[in-house]
């Protein structure tokens, strides 16, 4: 099922259609969106967005302060905050960060046109299905060849989310769609910096306005995006993975989405979780070494071996691995400030650290062999790749997420946390969104 194929499936979709698991789970991405995004709304790079951009004056909100924006603008900004922590969702079935890009693009159209939580809902539900359509299509090379999917494959996601919401004709969302095939873009060189939660924002924005100048009659090639010089022969792929499309033909993507509960790159996770099963056993100071064994691929995207700035940290396998090892609250974004990064017992613990490879592993596996006083060795390993399926449990998790996350600004966050989650019911969007 290709992107054109996907819309005669997906295009006129209701809330009515969407399986009761897959309405649970998309709730459940909003509210952990929402609690990333308010939080992310503090750090430095939101103020500085929302000072080059608070003239494009507008009716949307944007999260963490008083300005109403206008759609674009608001997508832009909410797209960067609610990436700002990297501590949203991501999928490995998707290939990228899904709610990131999509939502704030669907939800600042649905504030502008004054759509129902339903409507919202399913077109947040449809961009995502089709983003992980686009990033089936592609293939893991396009992420390993240096690309950051959430920019590329969440242009796309956000172009089809806003689509469906401005009930586009068949013809009108291939024109989108090829419209962000020419805005698609971002790179994992700029992990570990501001850019990188940008570009989620970037997504949103030019997604936005793909579906919205379609909407309008713009033109674009129906070649832009599979065809002869179109986006998949130029991202370096060189073709279309149409057996792998067919496994998907029937799956809803967003059932495996994968949620943090540390506020760090995913693919550092499973280090993480093996280092704080294995510190139970120990006191801090008897540590002698810590040897991680990862996939090669995860040292291009969270290797970073001397980072100095929390947000280098955060894609640091070492930095982790420390910060674990001395009992850091990494379910904490403040543990990932630049004064605790560079504190001595970190950097000393840091020191111990080394990092081996071992292309049998996947990404979201590590093994850790722990040496400590007495030449004592224990080894631990982790798996992160496999979705929780129980939901009431997820729920739980990220509703206390949501609490810790929203409480410095949302003010009565049990009443917000009920209206996210009964999103679905609301006759108008806005009534259920402000915070």
């Known amino acids: 099922m290709d992107y054109l194929q996907a819309w005669n499936k997906y295009g006129r979709l209701t809330y009515e259609d969407l399986p009761d698991d897959v309405k649970t789970v998309a709730h ?18 939101s103020g500085i967005l929302r000072d080059e951009f608070s003239h494009r004056q507008g009716r949307c909100q944007v999260l963490g302060s008083k300005l109403r924006l206008d759609p674009a603008t608001t997508a832009l ?31 600042a159209i649905a504030e502008e046109i004054g759509a129902s939580g339903a409507e919202l809902m399913t077109a947040f539900v449809v961009g995502v299905e089709i983003e992980g359509r686009i990033g089936n299509a592609i293939g ?42 020419s805005a698609a873009s971002g790179v994992k060189a700029n992990f570990g910096t501001m850019t990188k939660p940008y570009h989620a924002g970037q997504a949103a924005e030019r997604g936005l306005i793909a579906a919205r100048l379609a909407a309008r009659g713009f033109t674009a090639s ?92 955060k894609f640091s396998l070492r930095a982790n691995a420390a910060l674990a090892w001395l009992g850091h609250d990494t379910s904490n974004p403040e543990t990932y400030a630049d004064e605790v990064i560079c504190r001595d017992d970190v950097q000393a613990t840091l020191a111990k650290v080394r990092v081996s490879t071992d292309e049998s592993l996947t990404q979201m596996q590590t093994r850790v062999h722990c040496a ?43 009443r917000l946390c009920h209206r996210i989650l009964r999103l679905a019911d609301t006759a108008l969007v806005t009534d259920a969104i402000a915070c």
């Open 222 to 313: 129906a070649d832009a995006v599979n065809g002869k010089q179109g986006y998949v022969q130029a991202a370096g792929i060189g073709s279309v993975n149409s057996a792998r499309l067919e496994q998907i033909a029937d799956s809803w993507l967003i059932l495996d989405s994968l949620f943090k509960y540390h506020a760090a790159c995913y693919l550092t996770h499973a280090t993480i979780d093996s280092v704080k099963g294995l510190r139970k056993q120990h006191d801090a100071s008897s540590l002698k070494g810590l040897e991680l064994s990862v996939n090669p691929s995860i040292l291009d995207i969270c290797g970073i071996c001397e980072p100095k700035t929390g947000l280098e940290g």
């Open 28 to 45: 459940q991405c909003v509210l952990d969106w929402f609690g990333c995004a308010l939080a992310g709304s503090r750090e430095p790079l």
């Open 372 to 414: 400590t006083d007495g030449n004592d060795v224990q080894e631990a390993y982790c798996d992160t790749s496999v979705p929780c399926r129980d939901l009431s449990l997820q729920g739980a998790r990220l509703e206390a997420k949501f609490d810790a996350l929203s409480a410095p600004l949302a003010g009565d966050t049990a």
């Open 77 to 107: 900004l909410n797209g960067a905050s609610g990436h700002a922590l990297d501590y949203d969702d991501t999928s490995a079935a998707v290939g990228c960060h899904a709610t990131a890009p999509v939502w704030p693009a669907v939800m």
């Open 140 to 181: 893991a090379k396009h992420y390993l060849n240096g690309w950051h999917t959430t920019a590329t494959y969440g242009t796309f996601g956000a172009a089809a989310g806003v689509a469906h919401l401005l009930k586009l004709d068949a013809g009108q969302y291939a024109k989108a769609m090829a419209l962000a095939a």
